[in-house]
């Protein structure tokens, strides 16, 4: 049986009627995503796009102090869900949970300093038959190239846009980012231990060019315990 909820150090997450349920990978996005903004404290707006649980809209409440967070989704349970999490928090005077479709650029009045997105990246060869979970992990409910040219279009001149997804795609995704004119910044490669291989990758991108870092993040050690820098980097999240 799925767990009916996970306990962060400031909020809870509840997800039995989201499609997207709690994972590793939206907690490695909030607890990596857009650090060099820990020095801003002048008021800065965040995206979530598919925020399902809210899980990455709650954690980046909690990293920056001065950032209002807007989280979108297209599934109505996943919304009433992400406002109740939302709601139960003492964040979420910053944090507005809406239903937008990420593919209707128009519907978007601002831009933002930093876009996060856990997206769908599933082919339509593992369709499972569960319309809500498809929908929210599968690339025909928002490809790629539409991700990265609305994204590009609603960052400020110095946001950020930081994604993961799986390691295989970066290539293909990092050169839909330059044709959009976004570049990267900051790489990580994610394997579960170290004789896995590299199986998820946090992207960012910046609007500017300038120079680039890659890193590598191992989850569990030999004992498959958490490794000590997956420990370090979520450190301020988990109980």
């Not at 997206?119 to 990265?148: C, I, M, Q, W």
Request: charged content about 20%.
């Amino acid at each position: 049986m799925a767990t009916p909820d996970f306990r962060f150090k400031q909020f809870t997450i509840r997800h039995d009627r989201s499609a997207m349920k709690v994972g590793t990978d939206g907690v490695l996005l909030g607890a990596w995503a857009g650090s060099i903004l820990n020095t801003i404290s002048t008021p800065f707006k965040i995206l979530d796009v598919g925020t399902g649980t809210g899980l990455i809209a709650l954690m980046m409440a909690q990293r920056f102090p001065a950032a209002n967070i807007v989280g979108i989704d297209i599934d109505e349970a996943s919304l009433e869900q992400a406002k109740e999490n939302v709601e139960s928090t003492p964040l979420k005077a910053r944090i507005s949970i809406e239903k937008q479709d990420f593919s209707d650029i128009n519907s978007f009045s601002n831009q933002f300093d930093l876009i996060v997105s856990n997206p769908p990246f599933y082919t339509e060869d593992t369709l499972g038959g569960n319309p809500a979970r498809d929908k929210a992990r599968h690339t025909t409910s928002l490809p790629f190239e539409t991700l990265v040219e609305n994204a590009a279009k609603l960052l400020t001149e110095e946001g950020l846009f930081c994604v993961i997804i799986p390691h295989q795609s970066a290539s293909n995704f990092i050169s839909i980012c330059v044709a959009n004119k976004l570049y990267l910044t900051r790489r990580l490669n994610i394997r579960s231990t170290e004789r896995k291989p590299f199986n998820r990758v946090l992207l960012e991108f910046s609007m500017k060019i300038l120079p680039s870092e890659t890193n590598t993040l191992t989850l569990y050690d030999a004992n498959n315990n958490h490794s000590p820098e997956y420990a370090q980097l979520t450190q301020d999240f988990y109980l």
